[in-house]
Structure formats: C-alpha cells, structure tokens
C-alpha cells in the first residue's frame, strides 16, 4: 500500500481508489489512472486497507462495527493521506485524498483575493460551502494560515480527520480531530469555547447541535470558520434555516442575520487543457442582505451577488464568463455549471 500511494503522489494524483473488482486507481487532473496491472479481489482489498490501519496505527474494528470510517496517516517525505474506507457488498475498499505536508499557497489554488481578505474579520462566521472535492478544506487552511501569519491569538480547530498540520507562527493553534481527540463536533465545539479561543475553524457543520452552537459561538465574539456542502449563498442560508424546526426558524433567521459574515462557494471547473480551476462567489452581508435574511427573503440574494455594484462580492457566473473569454474553459462547459445559464448565455 505504501508503494501505491508513493506512485499516486509522484504522479500529482488527487484520489487513490481502491474498490473490488477494480485496478487500483488515482486520479490526476479528471482522468483515472490505473496504479496496478491486475483487478483487486475482494481479498485483496481487504489486505489493502488492513495496511492502511496498520500505517494509521488505528484499529480497524472502527470500520468493522461501523460500516465506514474516517482517518488520516501520513507517510515520511511523500504526504499525508485523508481515507475513507468502507464495506461494500460484503466486501472492503477507500478512498484516499492525497494532501501535501505543505500549506497550500492561495495563488497556486488560484483563490482570489477578494476571498483571502476575508481573514481580516475579527468577529462573526465565515461560510465556504461546495460540493464534496470542491477545494473547501484548502480554502479554509489557507484562510487560518493568514490569520496565523499576521495576528497574536489562539486558533482552534475541530477536524475530521486533520488534513492541514499548522505550526504555530504569531498564533498559537491547538488542532482537534475527531474521533480522536473528542467524540462530536458539537462537544468539541462547545469545549472550545472554554479555550480561550479567537479563531475556530469547524470543518463541516453536520448537523442541528453542531449549527446551533456555531451560531452561539460566533455570537460571543470569536472567529468562526466552518463549510457546508451547498451550492450558492441563498441556498446555504436556507439550508442553516431549513435544519430547524419550523418554530425556532423566525429566530434563527434573526440570529443568523446578525453572525454571517460572508459566504464563498466554489466549484471545480474542467478546463480546456483537461486539468481542473476552482471558481468562486462571494457574498458578504451587508445592511440590505442582512433584511433579506431576517425576513425571509434570500431568493433575492442572488440579484444583490449578481448585480456587480457591491466590489466585495464576487459572482460565480461573472467568474465563469471570464474564465470563457481567456479561452480557459469552454462555453459549453460555463453554461453547465452557471447559476443562470441563459442570462450567461447571453453575456458570453
């Protein structure tokens, strides 16, 4: 296993898979690259992952009672890996995301900006929401790296599993995993609080405690960074709302209107060159979003993104019409991923 994951990160890889029936694969750019000449049998497999608990010095009785688990290992001078295994059909397989030891550098992921200067609020919770490998965990580690680089405090984070090792530059940062190091977001999230914390990063808000707390915490005066995977800012505030019940909604919709800062969302576009570029949007709260979000209407936040008069907001579709005129992604390819294909459609 070792020598297979070594070859998918010479190879620039993303994804490594391993799945009965199946070569083991990587994938590089949006092609699938076979790592082994021979299909995996069932009891292949099995001894595949059994190794990677063994690197990951974690008991597989996790996957075993479970049906599925999250952990992460690393391997000395080649990367660290986030896996996923899981029982299918009777039978055991992962996936593997390959993450450098390296933070990422924001020009290199061509986050723009606009997004990076988001670090400098102090207060409030900070959303970047997307589909599952859209790049959020990247975007939110580069965000704690600037805050780290450029302001004294204490930065938290509650991860499942850590992806990003941060040192401790002009902040100081303790690191959470989950299951690890507390048995719940929410537990981890309402201990933190009795941390002394400036900044928390929150990988993934999953569920009603989880979101509730958030809110709380982001009332209190701290930094709360977290993700959701949603696709656009209307329907990330609607998600939040919609997990209530229907007699708490009117007052979380006042409390959100109050925490949210901004929200990024951000896909990964194929490009003409057969590699993949994120795109972005950005909503920050103003006074005339923040009336939209306490009383309900959040389909009018898209015109406000849309509009293009407000510099610090960002729309997806504006970013993909750019991406069209500098030949870097096809029309057919923007209309497919827009929020409005036919007012795109139009302007490209």
Same mark, same amino acid.
């Given at each position: ?12 890889? %993303? ?6 029936? #199946? =070569?083991?694969?990587?994938? +590089? $750019?949006?092609? /699938?690259?076979?790592?082994? *000449? ?46 996923? %295994? ?6 055991? #397989? =992962?996936?593997?995301?390959? +993450? $450098?030891?390296? /933070?990422?550098?924001?020009? *290199? ?240």
């Amino acid at each position: 296993m070792i020598e297979l994951l070594k070859k998918a990160a010479q190879l620039g890889g %993303a994804d490594v898979f391993v799945i009965p029936g #199946a =070569a083991v694969s990587v994938k +590089v $750019n949006n092609s /699938l690259v076979k790592l082994t *000449d021979s299909i995996m049998l069932p009891p292949d497999t099995e001894k595949l992952v059994q190794q990677m608990y063994d690197i990951a010095r974690r008991d597989i009785r996790h996957l075993n009672q479970a049906g599925d688990d999250d952990f992460s290992f690393a391997i000395k001078e080649v990367s660290r890996f986030r896996c996923n %295994a899981y029982k299918q059909r009777g039978s055991m #397989a =992962a996936i593997c995301r390959i +993450v $450098n030891f390296e /933070l990422p550098d924001p020009k *290199d992921m061509h986050i723009p900006d606009i997004v990076m200067s988001l670090f400098e609020m102090r207060s409030g919770m900070i959303l970047v929401t997307g589909p599952a490998g859209s790049g959020k965990s990247t975007t939110l580690a580069c965000l704690v790296n600037k805050i780290n680089e450029t302001r004294e405090g204490h930065i938290v984070t509650i991860e499942d599993p850590i992806e990003y090792l941060h040192r401790h530059k002009k902040s100081l940062v303790s690191q959470r995993e989950v299951p690890n190091d507390a048995a719940t977001f929410s537990r981890a999230l309402r201990a933190s609080l009795r941390q002394a914390p400036d900044v928390i990063m929150l990988g993934e808000m999953r569920d009603l405690d989880t979101i509730r707390t958030a809110i709380t915490a982001s009332e209190t005066g701290h930094l709360l960074l977290s993700s959701l995977h949603t696709i656009g800012a209307a329907k990330t505030v609607d998600r939040i709302i919609d997990t209530f019940p229907a007699e708490q909604q009117t007052q979380i919709r006042v409390q959100l209107s109050m925490v949210l800062k901004a929200v990024v969302s951000q896909r990964l576009i194929p490009t003409v060159d057969g590699k993949r570029i994120p795109v972005f949007e950005v909503m920050t709260v103003n006074p005339a979003i923040q009336n939209m979000i306490r009383d309900g209407r959040t389909h009018q936040i898209d015109n406000v993104i849309y509009g293009g008069s407000d510099k610090t907001m960002l729309s997806m579709d504006a970013e993909l019409a750019r991406l069209v005129r500098e030949k870097r992604i096809t029309r057919d390819i923007a209309i497919i991923y827009a929020a409005n294909p036919e007012t795109l459609s139009k302007r490209i």
